[in-house]
């Protein structure tokens, strides 16, 4: 009877259990997944997760685990440590790599990628569900997918009459047969996925607008969501400066503040309240923690020689005028930069940006460099005084000015070196030459990371066309939150294709770390706003980060993402509700 019984939930479960089925058409979808849709495995409150509690790591990520199915579906599990019949088990290792070990054995086996130490493996089947990987990231990489392969339980009927009928025809029908309704059914299923890229980045400016500590963690949640690996954090504009340094105290509590800031695109208007605000480097390092649990690398930038009229205001010597020089309380970039001939400008690039690598422990640090007007060096003294003592002449290609510019970027990348570090700059650092072990992130288009993979630099490709997120994302845009302007939609963004291969050979294109996606924040001062811009061109820009070309489909992709808007409005993050 019982196996009658059984037999007859497994011909209704894909109708009568709808709601309560998981569903492994997620975002970014794994590199391979083979589905039995007609035999499945019953997750139960009560059900233990297994692992090896003596790896904190790996403990972390089972409570991960642990927490986001108890959230979404109600379902309590066990946290039983190496039990081995637990309905969940996080194993270390991959069996095939176990036997290539034992086949090869006195030859050196070779290093793994860091996106082969992502990798993982799900296998569901009758004796449960069971989790392999390399390292303990490949246990949150699985966690993740198995979060966003739940049914979502009701909360409210806020969240649609169609799910609480749903939900009360799956108690009525489970009560038949004597089932708990808790019960979660798994589909049997092989997945094995790791990464395309080994740059996943999403960035945010918090100079224009300065965002609180909760608000950056939000963030970096819904990149983890996403496979995303690199937090590029934006600190200082002409508008703001806002990390704190402890030997300058007065940078951050005068430079964050503008006495007022313009309404709209630079209307003329302003709203004549002070503005201001900065991170501590106990929050940052609060943030950097945060991010870590998470297997995200917080990327700090402060950025120089330009965009500096927060600094520039607390210490006036080191603009090449002597200044006054506000706080600017209109969007754009001033003409006033950091005067590349006064020696006390290195002295207190060096000090920020120590203090930088004291707080944040990220082997890439970004010093900016774009946007750097050149007015005031052609005319200071001092500039031009040091551009001859270094011998800069103009060589038709490069001018002085740019090259002066290219001499701090150098001294900065040799201060970053000797601590470990490696420089990134947006991709104006081209234009006076590229220094040594410069990084290049291309921003202006894709040129500049082509022009930097084939002089053999590596490269992170943000392209304003594909990658920049404060544009409008729907055509009608009167009808959306205010932007700086353009038009990118999802549909746009999931087209990119970082390494351009009808213009870089298969070497030059190895060196293409991976895309990230910017959010500008001149027109974004609220939590609200931040969350329409990123989502759901976050899904986007995480399947051109972690699926193979070959794998990506817009239509499909579609298809999937009604999930992931499910997902958001349980998390009560706010997204653009539209497609285009």
């Given at each position: 009877?019982?196996k ?6 497994l011909l ?13 058409g ?8 083979t ?15 297994a692992y090896?509690?003596?790896n904190p790591?790996?403990a ?6 642990h927490?986001w199915?108890e959230?979404?579906?109600?379902v ?16 270390l290792?991959?069996?095939a ?11 050196q086996?070779p ?8 990798a993982?493996a799900?296998?569901i089947?009758?004796?449960?569900i ?8 490949g246990f949150?990489r ?8 739940l049914p ?6 806020r969240?649609?009459?169609e799910e609480?009928r749903a939900a009360n025809e ?5 009560s038949?047969?004597g089932e ?5 059914f798994?589909?049997y299923?092989q997945i094995?996925?790791e990464p395309r890229f ?7 400016d ?7 500590v909760e608000t950056?963690?939000?963030y970096?949640?819904l ?9 590029h954090?934006?600190?200082t504009e002409?508008?703001g ?12 509590k005068?430079?964050s503040?503008?006495n007022?800031?313009?309404l ?6 302003y ?11 106990e929050q940052?390092?609060?943030i950097?923690n945060y991010?870590?649990?998470?297997y ?11 965009h500096m ?7 006036p010597n080191?603009?090449?005028?002597g200044?006054?020089?506000p ?9 006033e930069?950091l005067c ?7 002295t ?15 082997k ?5 460099g774009?946007e ?9 003294p001092k500039?031009?005084a040091?551009?001859r ?5 103009d ?15 150098h001294?900065m990348e ?9 420089m990134?700059?947006?991709d104006?650092?081209?234009?006076g030459?590229?220094?040594e072990g ?15 993979a084939r ?10 066309d594909?990658?920049?997120i ?5 055509k009608?845009?009167w009808g ?8 990118l939609?999802v ?10 291969p009808?213009?870089l050979?298969d070497?030059?294109?190895?060196y293409?770390l991976?895309p ?5 924040c ?6 609200e ?25 817009f239509?499909n992709?579609?298809a ?9 409005d ?5 997204y653009?509700h539209?497609?285009?």
């Amino acid at each position: 009877m019982k196996k009658i019984l059984f037999s007859f939930l497994l011909l209704c479960a894909p109708l009568l259990l709808h709601a309560q089925r998981a569903d492994y058409g997620i975002i970014p979808q794994p590199k391979s997944v083979t589905v039995d849709d007609s035999q499945f495995f019953i997750l139960q409150s009560g059900m233990g997760i297994a692992y090896d509690a003596g790896n904190p790591e790996v403990a972390r990520n089972a409570q991960f685990l642990h927490r986001w199915v108890e959230e979404l579906t109600g379902v309590h599990l066990q946290m039983t440590p190496q039990d081995k019949k637990a309905a969940i088990r996080l194993v270390l290792g991959f069996p095939a790599d176990k036997k290539a070990k034992k086949n090869k054995k006195g030859t050196q086996a070779p290093a793994l990628t860091e996106q082969q130490q992502e990798a993982y493996a799900i296998t569901i089947d009758k004796s449960g569900i069971l989790i392999q990987a390399r390292q303990p990231i490949g246990f949150f990489r699985a966690a993740q997918t198995l979060r966003k392969s739940l049914p979502i339980r009701p909360t409210s009927s806020r969240q649609g009459g169609e799910e609480l009928r749903a939900a009360n025809e799956r108690s009525e029908a489970l009560s038949l047969t004597g089932e708990r309704e808790e019960g979660l059914f798994f589909p049997y299923v092989q997945i094995q996925d790791e990464p395309r890229f080994v740059y996943r980045g999403a960035h945010l400016d918090c100079a224009r607008h300065f965002f609180s500590v909760e608000t950056i963690k939000t963030y970096l949640d819904l990149m983890a969501l996403h496979g995303c690996n690199q937090f590029h954090w934006h600190f200082t504009e002409d508008q703001g400066w806002r990390f704190e340094v402890k030997a300058l105290p007065e940078l951050a509590k005068k430079g964050s503040v503008r006495n007022q800031t313009v309404l709209g695109r630079n209307s003329g208007i302003y709203d004549g309240q002070r503005y201001g605000g900065y991170y501590t480097q106990e929050q940052c390092r609060e943030i950097v923690n945060y991010a870590a649990e998470r297997y995200i690398n917080v990327i700090p930038e402060i950025d120089m020689p330009g965009h500096m009229m927060g600094a520039l205001h607390v210490y006036p010597n080191l603009g090449c005028t002597g200044g006054p020089y506000p706080v600017w309380e209109q969007w754009g970039v001033s003409h006033e930069v950091l005067c590349a001939g006064n020696p006390e400008t290195m002295t207190f690039l060096k000090t920020v940006f120590g203090e930088l690598c004291d707080v944040f422990p990220s082997k890439y640090i970004h010093i900016g460099g774009d946007e750097c007007p050149k007015s005031r060096w052609k005319n200071c003294p001092k500039c031009q005084a040091k551009a001859r003592e270094l011998g800069l002449k103009d060589d038709g290609k490069h001018s002085i000015e740019n090259q002066l510019q290219t001499w701090i970027n150098h001294e900065m990348e040799q201060f970053l070196k000797e601590r470990g570090r490696d420089m990134i700059g947006w991709d104006e650092v081209l234009e006076g030459g590229l220094t040594e072990g410069g990084i290049v992130m291309s921003w202006r288009g894709i040129n500049g990371g082509i022009e930097a993979a084939r002089q053999h630099h590596r490269v992170i490709m943000t392209p304003t066309d594909y990658c920049y997120i404060d544009y409008y994302q729907l055509k009608d845009q009167w009808g959306q939150p205010l932007g700086i302007g353009g038009y990118l939609p999802v549909s746009k963004v999931y087209g990119f294709e970082p390494l351009i291969p009808d213009q870089l050979s298969d070497e030059e294109q190895k060196y293409i770390l991976g895309p990230q996606v910017n959010l500008w924040c001149e027109y974004v001062g609220y939590p609200e706003h931040v969350f329409y811009m990123l989502l759901p061109r976050l899904d986007a820009i995480s399947e051109v980060q972690w699926c193979r070309s070959e794998q990506k489909d817009f239509e499909n992709f579609k298809a999937r993402l009604p999930r992931m808007l499910k997902l958001y409005d349980r998390l009560g993050v706010n997204y653009c509700h539209q497609i285009e």
